[in-house]
């Protein structure tokens, strides 16, 4: 529960001004929520994963479905609110704004097998648990979401991050967040050399090393010490971001925010006593001195779904994301499995907003087909992020797949543009948006 | 931007501040118009008196409201940035007048009960 709304009835009914304000432009964003026609079938649908893929999934089937078999196989009791992430490593939240139990979001009337997936076997629709359970399918939903490849950065150690070694890593969930939090917090009182990345590997959330990065400096500049500082950003390529319109605002903006960018730099290993990090630059490595460094890993598909036969053979090899068509998210070699969120391999969208927009599409094809009828609705790769830029102030940027801006509210929140609405809607009115689609209600 | 539908918009709100709250808030807002609405009815007009206390109150009522907003979401006046941020802020303020002043009526109203003397 919010701190702010349990106190006077008054001061709760201002933030309710404050909410109509932000929530009612957030909500005018939102997809539908699932039609009341119920369809009548005995088909046996399993669910893998219950992060927002799969409990809002689940949810939208038990209330579209009439005597489906609905399976959610998750082994986490606990669901992270991971788009707060950010703002727990920022000081922002605690780490418990981002933490609620799997069973809190799971609809009645199905079953939830408390263990992992060991294997898929799409030929003979099968999937076996870690618990050697062997759950057989007529459709199967894929929304595992991705796993943080840790192993990879040689050196680095999880259990370590925190003031001590000036090393962060918030993506890594709430507590490894809030220690994020404690070393950008001790190291922005006294100033000295931040350093961000981002893997070469596709990611969840794109924008989140950039928007650390801005709030980083913007922490260094409240306390006096950006002066005595240096900032470095490294990209993995010549880019900042994908779409080349955002990618010339960033470029413009860490230029206005005096941030060193340097490009074409791999992470491959951290010292963490000595705080240096190698990246592979080209043939050769460079070396980079830190007192402050957010580590983000490569990202890859879980190694069960890696090892099914679901994996694109030709395109992203290294990382496994599965073969779904980018429109229908329908796989395009069994077309009795579907993908949600960051599992697919899409061009775009491993973003909670691009989940939103999942939800709605493989719904329509399953639910039709159930039905007899065929589905007709589509996924154009929306993609949101409000780029915080500093606290109190983000763009919210919202593109598609062929990296055109698609704002949700032409003419009055422009997307380039650094805004304290965009702030307000990622502070305020992002987790409640967030909540509703896991029930299925947005 | 898609469909939008009320039962969405309830559903974003009941999760932003909890079922109960919300309808409470709700159900707070209704009860203060209703109360509006009855001493309209049983004064048979405005007290001017305390509608002039009412207005009075609206600045009150509208700094309150910008300040309150601008300290949850952790912002400073300076964090505005465009035409939208200003629109939303006075937005905020014309609202904090308006429930404030309709507020401080009918507290007026019903602490003292009947008629002003120069109710009209």
Known sequence: MNPFIDTAVAAASRRGFLGLAAGGLALAATTPGPARAEVRTNARILILGAGAGGAAIANRLAERLDGARITVVDGKTEHWYQPGLTLVAAGLRPAGYTRSANSDWLPGGITWVQEHAAEVDPDAQVVRTTGGQRLEYDYLIVSTGLVLDWDAVEGFDLDRIGPETGTGAHYAGPDHAARTWAAMDAFTDRGGHALFSRPATEMKCAGAPLKYCFLTDDYLRRKGTREASRITYAAHNNALFSVPIVNAKLDLLMRRQAVDVVHGHVLRSVDMDRKVATFATGETTTDIGYDFFNVIPPQRAPQAIRASGLSWADRWTDQGWIEVDMQTLRHARYPNVFGIGDINGVPKGKTAASVKWHLPVVEDHLVSELAGREGTATFNGYTSCPMITRVGRAMLIEFDYQDNLVPSFPGVVAPLEELWISWLMKEVALKATYNAMLRGRA | ?120
């Open chain 2, 1 to 120: 931007m898609e469909e939008f539908s009320l039962s969405t918009f309830l559903a974003v709100f009941e999760e932003m501040f909890g079922t109960w709250l919300f309808w409470a808030m709700v159900g707070v807002a209704a009860l203060i118009t209703l109360a509006y609405a009855f001493v309209l009815i049983r004064d048979h007009g405005m007290g001017m008196r305390r509608f002039l206390l009412a207005q009075l109150s609206m600045p009150v009522g509208a700094v309150a409201a910008v300040a309150f907003v601008l300290w949850v979401t952790r912002s400073r006046v300076v964090d505005i940035g465009g035409p939208i941020d200003w629109i939303v802020l006075l937005g905020v303020a014309v609202l904090g007048a308006g429930g404030f002043s309709i507020l401080v009526y009918v507290a007026q109203s019903l602490i003292r009960g009947g008629r002003d003397s120069d109710a009209t």
